[in-house]
């Protein structure tokens, strides 16, 4: 009776990564880079930015396989929808940018934002605001796997 409900199970699960190879998904981020693993600290094969249109070939927990102008990779579930998010003239006169629309389309947008605000007027963003800038270079990411000894999966070590 295992054996029937595991080998159930098997079917299912391929029958469900069937399902989500071809399907088309949409960047939700100002920018995303598409991995060579599962990894957030994986080797960097291509980026690709909001609104852009990605092919997934297969998932796997939060990670999906997917495919930009022929590069194959993984990008986090968190950085995409099913559809894409439209931003009008009329939205972007009005001062709604890519990171509000990317923003809201997480759930938290400027409306949430000053909602908190007024719970917790004490409240210092400012160094929120400085984290938001910061970037790490690619060569500072491999630098960092190096000296922590982390390898990505597929590594001969």
Known sequence: MRLLLAA??????AA???????ETVFVTVKKVSIRKD????A?????????ERLTVLAREK???RVRL?????WV?????AATAVSVSAKDAAGGISQDDVAFASKGFDGAV????RKGAPQADFADVDRMELLTVSEKTLADFRRAGHLSTRGDKR
């Open 43 to 51: 080797p960097v094969v291509a980026e690709a930015a909001f609104r």
């Open 113 to 116: 934002e000053r909602e908190y």
């Open 62 to 64: 939060d990670w999906a």
């Open 38 to 41: 599962r990894q957030f600290y």
């Open 69 to 73: 102008n022929g590069v194959e990779g």
């Open 16 to 22: 469900a990564t069937a399902l989500a190879a071809g």
């Open 76 to 80: 986090h579930v968190s950085a995409t």
């Open 8 to 13: 159930c199970l098997a079917v299912l699960l």
